[in-house]
């Protein structure tokens, strides 16, 4: 994905014309204000000719969830904190827009703290724990920093003609399949119940992994307005 990305940064760069031949006063800035599946964003989009545009955006998104999708109940602590690079090509001369582009992630995990599933009891690999003797089982769920990014899009923050626009946006980052870290601590079992329990929690890991696979896709769904100055 990373070099279906390249190729549509090099596609770019050849249509753009020598810049200081490009660069007039209808060249602008733009800063957009967003909401949607990447969070709160801000964004600020150059012109660089009258179909290209660069855009560069900050994103904050951290939401609490609740994960069931084992026989172990998770209390989840998403953050999903990002900086993004594109590229916005208007083949139309409009509103319309083909986007490709980079997020890099300060966060990008989610924070888990297993919760009993029965009257104060936890089932890991279908074994039974009493939650009173195996402390607490925590970890996390982590994705890819970097993740590569396509989409399609209305609005154009740089235009000349409007000092107002709308921000309408979809597309999909490409953040690969996640990988889960979890951990048993302050176990008071019997040292053989203690090494049964890290079994167990290993093999929950795995089975969460599989379970979360369908995250390595994050769909982008965002809508704003902007503001060219």
């Not at 119940?193 to 992994?209: P, R, T």
Request: some cysteine; aromatic content about 14%.
């Amino acid at each position: 994905m990373e070099k279906i990305v390249a190729v549509f940064f090099c596609l770019v760069s050849f249509t753009l014309p020598n810049l200081s031949q490009a660069q007039n006063n209808e060249d602008g800035w733009g800063l957009g204000f967003k909401v949607g599946s990447t969070g709160l964003g801000l964004e600020l989009t150059r012109s660089l000719t009258d179909t290209i545009n660069l855009r560069g955006s900050y994103n904050f998104f951290e939401i609490d969830e609740d994960i069931d999708d084992t026989e172990v109940n998770y209390d989840g602590e998403f953050r999903k904190n990002s900086i993004g690079l594109l590229a916005d090509w208007h083949p139309w001369d409009g509103d319309f827009r083909l986007s490709a582009g980079i997020y890099y992630h300060f966060d990008n995990e989610i924070n888990i703290v297993a919760t009993p599933t029965t009257s104060a009891s936890f089932i890991f690999n279908d074994t039974v724990f009493d939650a009173t003797n195996i402390g607490s089982v925590d970890g996390d769920i982590g994705f890819k920093r970097t993740t590569p990014y396509l989409g399609i899009g209305w609005g154009n923050a740089a235009q000349p003609e409007q000092r107002f626009a709308y921000i309408l946006e979809f597309g999909v980052q490409f953040q690969d399949s996640p990988s889960a870290n979890l951990a048993a601590s302050n176990c008071t079992l019997p040292l053989n119940g203690c090494a049964e329990l890290d079994a167990a929690v290993l093999a929950e890991v795995i089975e969460l992994e599989h379970e979360i696979n369908d995250f390595k896709l994050w769909p982008v769904l965002s809508i704003g307005f902007s503001y060219r100055f």
